[in-house]
């Protein structure tokens, strides 16, 4: 409808500036013939009084202003000319004897402009005006302002004068603007609906086709569709759409549907329909097979892409499961050697025990965490949530990591509340938090820093907060970082992990319906805020029991 | 009396690793890669303890102790299963299968020669 009305706009500007080139034209005309009205006026009856000169050129005035409708056109300028014609003819009037004058029937000036323009609201408009001026020279008159007309015979000829120049500029004004007349005709509007690339539809409430108009898609017979309906142009599959598509149009007001037609194998229509006031159905048919192939690319694309996508995450699943294979024998052989089973060992091959035991075990948590990543990304993870007092988990954690922080040169401090902190949370995931955190802040933290852990209760929910005085993320990285297996940094610090720290922590704070926020500046350190709704106020009495919550990817 | 161990696993270094830990306890080992073969070699030697892993290439681990266990003579015998499998409900799955005990690869030794103790002594 909006396109519709847009076009019907630019058709009427486009005859508006036709209009105002036929004004321009005409006004050329009425220069030329006051010019040699003048002229010809001078030439047998000598040179004609100041009154005579001056209302020739206050006749010409408003012509000259009215060229420039030629250029800029509007109703507003339009009106503006009126006023200007009226004022010339009206003031040339009253400078040559007033209304009992020569030139009185230039007061209908504004009438053959207004004949240029159209008739209807323009004719009117200059009439009015022409009254108003008429009005005005009479007033003038009453009130003393009466220049003497001109002697004969120069007044008859003036008066006659007045009289063709008048009726010969209405006389072409209307022949003029009837050769611009109104461009939306019957004729046109016809051509309009039949020439126009869809096919436009007029049905009754039972469907049948009353009128219709355009071109017809490829598959949509012209007689078909007038003798048996949308029913007799559509394949017999898609018989039940329609049926639908025209009771919900009924129903609802509009209805869309995609349809195959019943003369095109392959081919597909789409159908737009709108109930009207009168209770029929208008409609627009069009070709939409290229869309329709284009939408099941799309589909098909989409498809393609999630399956790869699980696909990989099962591949990362089954691979963590084939790793742990060898990496039995690589740690339960180094263990059985740091547990000298066999007997002393020097304290060298000693040392190295242990070093191969350590890295294996570095090895399984990064299988681990990419076991758990895979989880989460193919929905498959499950929270066991239970009711605990949340530092007791992240106690844990922070025993396991102090050792570390201790080996890497740092001060690890950490605040927790005196008071228990009662929260429904998976504990093995409230354990994986701070161990991620800890382990990512231990890890980009140069000897001598300071890792920070806070835990806090706000309102009903856990705050833990990791902050360290490390080499911090850029703002460019920031973004990137908490997306699975992007990390932030050189190649160097990226070696340090797999790029699933982060993306687990945000995982799990999801999983539990919270969320995680990082902060950083560059050269300066990172903070992590990890918040976690659920935590049950100290006197609260009833304790759900555990229960599983499944993850839900979209978010 | 010297104690048996039946040990059900299909990878070589896995395999010896378990044996060793066994022998330097005292204890007699029967191995075999294949779950059909673990019954046989069961009805044969009624070992006091039968280590099995989950993942066999043939036959489920967890299909081989269900025959186990529906064996009347052999229900008897306790199994520990070994698994690369480290989810969460596994364990689960693994003890509502029939098995007394579970151990995730990689294992940690001396979480391993404490369970296998429990069985044996």
């Known amino acids: ?555 | 009396m010297t104690k048996t161990v039946l040990i059900v696993e299909d990878n070589e270094l896995n395999m010896k690793l378990f044996h060793d830990l066994l022998e330097a306890q005292g204890y007699e080992t029967l191995e075999t890669r294949e779950g059909l073969q673990a019954l046989s070699l069961a009805r044969q030697h009624r070992p006091d303890l039968i280590l099995m892993d989950i993942q066999l290439p043939e036959i489920s681990g967890l299909e081989v102790t269900k025959w186990l266990k529906e064996d009347d003579e052999l229900a008897k015998i306790p199994v520990i299963a070994v698994t690369a499998f480290a989810m969460k409900g596994d364990e689960e799955r693994i003890r509502e299968g029939g098995c007394e005990a579970y151990l995730s690869k990689p294992i940690s030794v001396g979480l391993f020669l404490s369970t296998v103790r429990k069985f044996l002594d």
């Open chain 1, 1 to 555: 409808m909006a396109s519709a009305a847009s076009n019907v706009r630019a058709d009427a500007a486009r005859r508006s500036v036709g209009a105002g080139r036929v004004a321009a034209m005409w006004c050329l005309g009425w220069l030329t013939a006051l010019a040699a009205g003048t002229g010809a006026l001078w030439l047998t009856q000598g040179r004609p009084p100041v009154e005579v000169l001056a209302a020739a050129a206050l006749a010409g005035a408003p012509a000259v202003l009215s060229l420039l409708l030629a250029w800029r056109d509007s109703p507003a300028a339009r009106s503006l000319l009126l006023i200007l014609w009226t004022a010339a003819g009206a003031g040339a009037c009253a400078l040559t004897g007033g209304l009992s004058g020569p030139l009185t029937p230039w007061c209908l000036l504004p009438l053959a402009f207004a004949a240029l323009l159209g008739p209807g609201l323009w004719m009117a408009q200059a009439a009015a005006l022409a009254v108003l001026g008429v009005a005005v020279a009479a007033l003038g008159q009453v009130a003393g302002f009466e220049p003497a007309a001109p002697a004969e015979p120069l007044r008859f000829l003036l008066g006659l004068y007045a009289l063709v120049s008048l009726g010969m500029s209405i006389a072409t004004g209307l022949a003029r603007s009837r050769r611009t007349a109104p461009a939306v005709s019957g004729v046109e509007v016809e051509r309009l609906l039949v020439e126009q690339p869809h096919l436009l539809l007029a049905l009754d409430e039972a469907g049948r086709v009353l009128s219709a108009f355009g071109f017809a898609p490829k598959g949509v017979a012209h007689k078909a569709l007038l003798s048996g309906g949308l029913e007799g142009v559509v394949a017999d599959d898609d018989r039940p759409r329609l049926a639908e598509a025209l009771a919900a149009a009924m129903v609802t007001g509009q209805a869309e549907a995609m349809l195959a037609p019943a003369g095109q194998t392959g081919g597909v229509v789409a159908l737009s329909l709108r109930r009207a006031q009168d209770g029929r159905l208008y409609g627009v048919m069009r070709d939409a097979t290229q869309q329709h192939a284009h939408e099941l690319k799309l589909v098909e694309a989409k498809t393609a892409a999630e399956a790869l996508n699980s696909g990989k995450s099962r591949f990362l699943a089954n691979m963590s499961h084939e790793l742990r294979t060898p990496l039995n024998t690589i740690m339960g052989f180094s263990d059985i050697m740091r547990a000298r089973l066999f007997g002393p060992l020097p304290t060298k091959y000693a040392e190295y025990a242990e070093l191969i035991h350590e890295s294996g075990r570095h090895l399984l948590d990064l299988i681990n965490d990419l076991l758990d990543m895979s989880k989460i990304e193919a929905e498959r993870f499950q929270l066991q949530v239970e009711m605990l007092d949340a530092r007791e988990p992240i106690s844990a954690a922070l025993r396991l990591m102090r050792v570390q922080a201790d080996d890497a040169g740092l001060s690890l401090r950490a605040t927790l509340p005196p008071e228990p902190l009662e929260i429904e949370a998976d504990p093995r995931a409230l354990k994986q938090i701070v161990l991620n955190l800890l382990s990512n802040a231990l890890k980009f933290t140069p000897r001598g820093g300071q890792v920070t852990l806070t835990l806090a209760s706000q309102a009903d929910a856990l705050e833990l907060s990791v902050a360290d005085t490390g080499m911090g993320i850029s703002a460019e990285d920031l973004k990137r970082l908490g997306c699975p297996y992007e990390q932030a940094g050189d190649s160097m610090q990226r070696s340090l992990g797999t790029g699933l720290g982060l993306s687990l922590v945000r995982g799990f704070a999801e999983l539990h319906g919270g969320e995680m926020i990082i902060e950083s500046t560059l050269g300066e350190g990172t903070s992590v805020l990890v918040r976690l709704p659920g935590l049950v106020q100290a006197d609260a009495e009833d304790r759900p029991s555990a229960k599983v919550i499944a993850f839900n990817p979209t978010r």
